[in-house]
């Protein structure tokens, strides 16, 4: 394959070949006979896309959910509508937000007044939280055990779950899901390759992405954090990642048995992935590497509120940060509104990140937030709510520091992936030039996505491969 007249990334104006799987010729070059052909027409041709946090199961379920918070549930009206589906078998829903019910979680009894006759589970937005009604209750338990983390109120349940995914899974007798849906949405996006951060991957996790890219619903790379018996997975179709501990303030895991388990992941040598949304979960952690050690891929998940101070602590460490640009876009009148005013300036910093000499990465943390890393871009550098509301604007990225937080190298977020001969033909086509493309950070400018030389996604309005005889012919 040769894309034609493209703006190479890194290098300017060029032709460039596709061979098998990797980029195999740069410069002015000739078609060849039969040979297919992008016609670029300028467009910058970009690395593909990484996202570097993403929790593509969850993600890939979520198409057959229903949407429980703002914006598109904003009250009670609005939940009992959404929940007013025609059937008879298990409602799912997502993104519930106590501000559409005035601040409040609801208990089984609440979701019995909107959905009586079938079951019905509704994800908190952090996706730490089920919500279920009696018919859910009744039919979880009539078979499984109780869960720990299934609330009480003296003798009643109240139908908030907490932590049990595993169990819910196990009781609904559920199997990972097809990814063909989300691995396009992704590939429409100019997205190559995502690291799957979900704590509970294992080797059955690790089998069915093997499986999904093996029949072809997975096309982009995949690196797989998570436990550490991952290692111990045959690695067919997916690359090993870090080590995935996720941190909750109320509960935070004995130290010392941290301590061990990080240098046990070392001794993998692979890093440590920590999950990162508060003050206390970053000083915790901080605390363990300082003890432990901190090695080369050890990195912290989400970083949401960094004081100069910690950020200070995480540079000397040489830790890594995996951040979410687009949440002060998509959840930023919430901050203003709920997190107290002196963590705000502190909330989702970018730029002082980068001075501070943290390496960065961006991730969607999809489907906890929008799976479009252009709109992640445009949220760094615009770091506005979605209501226009400046937030912490010091901290805005160029474009083209927006770009590199996901052109990192998966397994090593310090080093940028290029366009160069012998490189894998991993690439994204847009339909205009980086210096129109950096003024909007558009997904749909996204005209063609390629994944090891094999296009996965080409935009419906123009057929960018064109045969070269069918060319000759029609001049």
């Known amino acids: 394959m040769l894309i034609r ?62 949407d429980c918070g703002p914006p598109a549930v904003r009250d009670r009206d609005d939940l009992a509508r959404a929940l007013t589906q025609p059937g008879s078998g298990w409602l799912r829903g997502f993104g519930f937000c106590e501000s559409v ?26 996706g730490r939280m089920w919500l279920l009604n009696s018919a859910a209750l009744d039919e979880l338990l009539a078979e499984n055990t109780t869960p720990p983390g299934l609330e009480r109120d003296g003798d009643r349940f109240t139908g908030r779950l907490f932590d049990e995914d595993a169990w819910l899974q196990q009781a609904l007798a559920g199997t990972p899901p097809d990814f063909s849906q989300a691995s396009a949405d992704l590939a429409r996006c100019g997205v190559t390759g995502l690291t799957d951060m979900s704590p509970r991957n294992d080797a059955v996790m690790a089998h069915h992405f093997a499986q999904q890219a093996e029949c072809g619903h997975l096309a982009q790379h995949a690196v797989i954090a998570g436990r550490l018996s991952l290692v111990d997975a045959p690695q067919h179709g997916w690359r090993l990642g870090p080590a995935k501990l996720h941190l909750h303030e109320a509960a935070l895991p004995d130290f010392d048995a941290t301590c061990a388990w990080i240098a046990e992941a070392h001794a993998q040598k692979r890093g440590v992935a920590v ?22 891929g050890d990195r912290i998940e989400h970083a949401s509120i960094v004081s100069p101070e910690l950020a200070a602590r995480m540079a000397a460490l040489g830790l890594w940060a995996c951040v979410q640009p ?32 943290i390496v960065l990465a961006g991730g969607s943390d999809a489907p906890y937030g929008s799976p479009d890393p252009w709109a992640a871009m445009r949220a760094s550098v615009l770091r506005g709510t979605r209501e226009g509301t400046p937030f912490n604007p010091d901290e805005a990225l160029t474009p083209e520091q927006a770009l590199a937080l996901y052109l990192a190298d998966p397994l090593d977020l310090s080093r940028q992936r290029r366009i160069a001969v012998g490189e894998v033909a991993d690439l994204c086509l847009l339909d205009r030039p980086w210096r129109e493309v950096r003024e909007r950070l558009e997904s749909a400018d996204v005209r063609a996505t390629l994944v090891s030389g094999k296009l996965v996604h080409q935009r419906i309005d123009e057929s960018p491969v064109q045969r070269l005889a069918r060319r000759e012919a029609a001049a």
């Open 275 to 296: 999950h990162c949304v508060t003050e206390v979960e970053l000083v915790f952690t901080l605390a363990l590497f300082e003890v432990v050690g901190a090695q080369h």
């Open 326 to 357: 687009h949440f002060i876009h998509e959840r930023g009148e919430r901050y203003l509104r709920d997190v107290e005013a002196q963590y705000q300036p502190d909330l989702y910093r970018l730029r002082s990140l980068l001075e501070a000499g």
């Open 5 to 66: 007249g493209a703006e190479i990334h890194g290098r300017g104006l060029a032709d460039l070949r596709v061979e098998g799987d990797v980029i195999s010729a740069i410069g002015a070059l000739t078609p060849r006979p039969g040979e297919p052909v992008i016609e670029a027409k300028g467009g910058i041709l970009l690395p593909g896309l990484h996202d570097h946090h993403i929790h593509l199961a969850a993600l890939a379920v979520r198409a057959a959910s229903i």
């Open 101 to 126: 019910l005035e601040g409040t979680l609801p208990d089984a009894s609440v979701l019995d007044t909107m959905v009586q006759h079938r079951p019905a589970r509704l994800q908190h937005r952090t």
